[in-house]
């Protein structure tokens, strides 16, 4: 039988959501890895009820995209060339006081966090956004 070229097995349609960003993570190799690793632990930290899931999972990108949700989608956690960005799903609803959004800040809806290689990730402000973004998931769903 021949060998085809093929995504590591993690990439399997039975994996876990958990192995799929472990293999996401591996894969990148470089600071965008060690800080989606950073924010996840600071995001199951703050909330150790959150759910991981993986989605948008495509030929072009097999592992997908991170999902927290917790009562809905909390934020997602897209790698691209140049940065690492966390996307809230209902950012526009949350107060950011430490302003950690930079990125989507016009959109009615949505708001996201660009972390680029050097930058210090806040972990008591990114904790307090994540319960934030849970709490109004939970009022909404109520």
């Known amino acids: 039988m021949k060998k085809s070229k093929t995504t590591p097995k993690e990439t399997k349609a039975g994996d876990s959501p958990s192995r799929l960003i472990d293999a996401r993570i591996a894969a990148l190799r470089d600071w965008r890895g060690e800080t989606l690793a950073r924010v996840r632990k600071l995001i199951k930290e703050a909330d150790p009820a959150v759910v991981e899931d993986v989605k948008w999972r495509k030929p072009s990108n097999p592992l997908g995209v991170p999902v927290w949700e917790h009562a809905g989608i909390i934020c997602t956690g897209e790698t691209y060339k ?61």
Not at 83 to 108: C, E, I, M, W, Y
């Open 82 to 142: 140049d940065k690492v960005k966390l996307t809230f799903a209902k950012g526009a609803a949350l107060q950011d006081p430490s302003r950690l959004f930079n990125s989507s800040l016009d959109g009615n809806v949505r708001r996201a966090i660009n972390f680029h290689e050097g930058d210090k990730v806040d972990a008591k402000a990114l904790k307090a956004l994540i319960r934030a973004a849970v709490a109004l998931n939970m009022s909404s769903a109520a």
